[in-house]
């Protein structure tokens, strides 16, 4: 048994962290059946000093156990070791990691925020209206910089710094990290991120420069829907703070800090807008140079990155150049490099990017709404020149080049988005259901760019409540997600207002209001998640008190108990088709949901949860009152109706059956199709393969007529859409004032083909995957022969899978040191299962669904008659 996947605050060898008590965790794996950790000893150094030894602690903990070494200093590598013990109290291995604090004190920062002075900016050669396509006063990326000498090469450099903005910096005029559009996006009023690089390499004794280019990003370009680039949401103009600090072998340092000795230029970049896209002059110089202005004294609300930063993932190069136009063969979102060869100083080169494209060719536009997703390019005129915009993106497949004729290996797409971890793998025989979670996963990327967002093309990119809440536990089945996702979760709490109501989206531009019903509840709904996903107790711990007053804030207002009242902009199902779900159902049933994970999570922390359980009791009452009639209907009938009263357990146990009759009548009249929009669809195939109905689950799965998502598929889709008939042969495009083609909502069933068709889960009391639920369900229809699925969880690998293959079912699953599992093998002859005797296997019991067997940890394959 060896331990592997060290991680430091869910971070592998993270560089600057701010937490002062990080919490550290490691995987296991091994061979031998039953294998569990009994003991575990941390060792952790500091500068060869042995700053904690836990000594062997019994215990099976593995996962984000609290420092309680000596208290951390700043920017300082930490490393860290651990041994495990198996359950016969043996030493079977060890690993070792390293960790590094950031800046901790406040006052350790020297640097000063600087920028532009506007009145010094020379009028002169600021880019026309006809070079520029944003709208607006745009004005050129800063550069700002500084020289310095050093007496020789110091022993360690490391580089902390941020922007109000998105920035780049260099050192000698070469690239420093490998982040994008850092420092990300954060609430900035509450909070901007720095980031810390080493840069050991890179100084050199004698003359050097730092610098860094700035544009205006998040902070003071255009942000959402709302056309205000030149009121800016955060702040008039981009700005940098930057530290540099060199250690010398003689004990010295030197730090070289943004201040009043900086100097301002421009250069190439004359604009660059998130959402219109990067304008740059290949010919020019550097300007100036010009002094800075200090922008104000303060620091600023600063921390340290918590999670992966934003990187360029992958390239994908053009598949086709037809007519001018690339074609990459995936929607995807990041930008286009282009190669250049031969061209004339002053050539002008133009890439427009899109989605999908209109039936004669071109690039369909219109869905980008006010997003220009433009870029410009000015060639210098040398032989071989590199275009690629660094300080914006876009969401495409395709990409118009105009001014140049590239060779198609010469155009590449360059995917970027926060790096979270890729953890999970899921195939199967059918190459549609294989392309629908491909496409699920390429939402994810594309839209996990600092925040979780709803789309990354069309002016608007804003972190959305419910498309977080519904696709979440997706993507924790793809991606090691927690980090990222407890960080954004302070930006949820952050904007929680004084009257305890989240919001709808976070960080909150554009809208201010309270979140409406499954919008606002993603304030309680994901905590929750990463609790019972990660075992991560200190993101609940941290946004309790939020989650809390959100449940009271909602019965304050409706001491009936029944959601009416401050519904925000009750969305309702939305996207559903033809089929309106009433709005008090819809709020009602999260009402009731979010008031019991809070009465669980108050369980879990040990705090008082009997006013949460009563309250959900009543509010159950108060639901079906209200709302189920004696025959089990539900108000409104609709799918997303009965998906939610039996998904949140809100119907009295005789009515159960009937409903899911109902539910199971309304799919079938309709030819086995769906009407569920972004908050039902999460719930409907998990809801009828809970309840006996994984035949009309699959249905759906396998459904190619409209609506469904195999019918996107059959029309080329990679990713998912936003809506349903976001393109349909009936009716053409849907209105392309809400049109994206890259939204995960829809995707949320992901979490579904790992959790029932391949088959990995864990079970209601199971944290962190310690007790797995493996319920592989063949596919009733017979369409799928064989379905599996992996997953990095926590703990270690876990995977289980099906394949049918003349008539005998065979089941594998892989259980990782430390957990347990309840493996269900669905067969009508279960004293056939070779499973006594299996090593690992702790129990066998027969039923009507065929086997269930409990397992301890080990990899297991098991075959049956069907
Ligand atoms: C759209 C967004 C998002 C959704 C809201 C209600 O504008 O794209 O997906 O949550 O509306």
Known sequence: ???????????????????????????????????????????????????????????????????????????????????????????TGAAETWFETGLLEPDEWTAVWIGRDPVALPPVDPPTDDDLVSPGPAEAALHLRRDFDVPEQPIRARLYATARGVYEPELNGERVGDHELAPGWTEYHHRIQYQTYDVTGQVRAGRNTVAATVADGWWSGYVGFDPRRPARHYGDAPGL????????????????????????????????????????????????????????????????????????????????????????????????????????AGQRITLR???????????????????????????????????????????????????????????????????????????????????????????????????PTDCPQRDERLGWLADAQVFAPTATRNADVSAFFARWMRDVVDGQDDDGAFRDIAPIIVLDREGAPAWGDAGVIIPWLLWR??????????????????????????????????????????????????????????????????????????????????????????????????????????????????????????????????????????????TTGFVGVSLLCPVLA?????????????????????????????????????????????????????HYSLGSVGDWLYGRVAGIDQTPGSVAYSELLLRPTPDPTGRLTWARAEQETARGLVACGWSIDDDRLTVTATVPPGSTAILLIPTSDPGRVHAAGTPGVLRAEPSAAGLTLRLASGRYTFTTPV
């Open 1 to 91: 048994m060896t331990p592997y996947g060290l991680q430091t605050e869910q971070r592998t060898e993270p560089l600057g962290i701010g937490a002062r008590q990080p919490r550290l965790s490691w995987k296991l794996r091994s061979d031998r059946p039953g294998a569990a950790q009994s003991a575990y000893r941390i060792i952790a150094t500091a500068d060869g000093e042995t700053v904690w030894d836990t000594g062997r602690r019994e215990s099976a903990d593995t996962i984000l156990i609290p420092w309680q070494g000596a208290g951390l200093r700043s920017a300082t590598r930490y490393r860290w070791s651990v041994e495990v013990f198996d359950e016969g109290g043996t030493s």
């Open 241 to 344: 703070l930057a530290q540099l600090v060199l250690d010398f072998a003689d004990g010295s340092r030197q730090i070289i800090a943004t201040a009043d000795d900086w100097t301002e230029h421009d250069g190439p970049v004359r604009s660059a807008d998130l959402m219109m896209g990067q304008f740059t002059d290949g010919r020019r110089e550097l300007s100036g140079p010009r002094p800075v202005v200090v922008l104000d004294t303060a620091v600023g609300p600063l921390t340290a990155e918590p999670d992966e930063p934003i990187r360029v993932t992958a390239e994908l190069p053009a598949v086709t150049v037809e007519n001018g136009i690339a074609d990459f063969g995936q929607n995807l979102v990041g930008r286009v490099r282009l190669t250049i060869r031969n061209a004339t």
């Open 353 to 451: 990017h899109a989605e999908v494209l209109n039936t004669d060719g071109s690039l369909y536009l219109d869905n980008l709404r006010r997003a220009a997703a433009t870029d410009t390019y000015i060639c210098a005129g040398h032989e071989i020149e590199v275009f690629e915009p660094r300080f914006t993106f876009h969401g495409f497949r395709y990409a118009e080049v105009t001014g140049y004729t590239p060779d198609p290996a010469e155009v590449t797409a360059r995917v970027l988005h926060s790096d979270i971890p890729w953890t999970g793998r899921f195939e199967s025989s059918d190459p549609t259901v294989n392309q629908l979670h491909a496409n699920i996963g390429w939402g994810q990327r594309g839209n996990f760019v600092a925040v």
């Open 533 to 674: 996903t990660y075992g991560d107790r200190r993101v609940l711990e941290n946004s309790f008190d939020a989650m809390a007053r959100w449940v009271d804030h909602i019965h304050r207002h409706n001491p009936d108990l029944l959601w009416e009242h401050r519904t925000g902009n009750s969305y309702g199902d939305w996207l559903q088709i033809d089929a309106e779900t009433p709005r008090d159902v819809l709020a009602t049933a999260y009402f009731a949901h979010s008031t019991r994970i809070v009465a669980d999570a108050a369980d879990v922390l040990g705090r008082p949860s009997q006013r949460f359980r009563e309250l959900h009791a009543r509010i159950r009452d108060a639901f079906v009152d209200a709302f189920v009639a004696d025959d089990g209907s539900v108000k409104g009938g609709t799918q997303t109706a009965y998906l939610l009263a039996l998904a949140f357990e809100l119907l009295p146990a005789d009515l159960v059956h009937p409903a899911v009759d109902r539910l199971a009548h309304d799919i079938e009249s309709r030819g086995n199709r769906l």
């Open 690 to 742: 809970e309840h006996g109905r994984a035949d009309l689950a699959y249905a759906l799965l396998h459904q190619d007529e409209y609506p469904s998502w195999g019918y996107s598929i059959r029309h080329g889709a990679t990713t998912i859409w936003e809506r349903w008939d976001g393109w349909t042969e009936h009716g053409g495009f849907q209105s392309a004032a809400m049109n994206s083609f890259n």
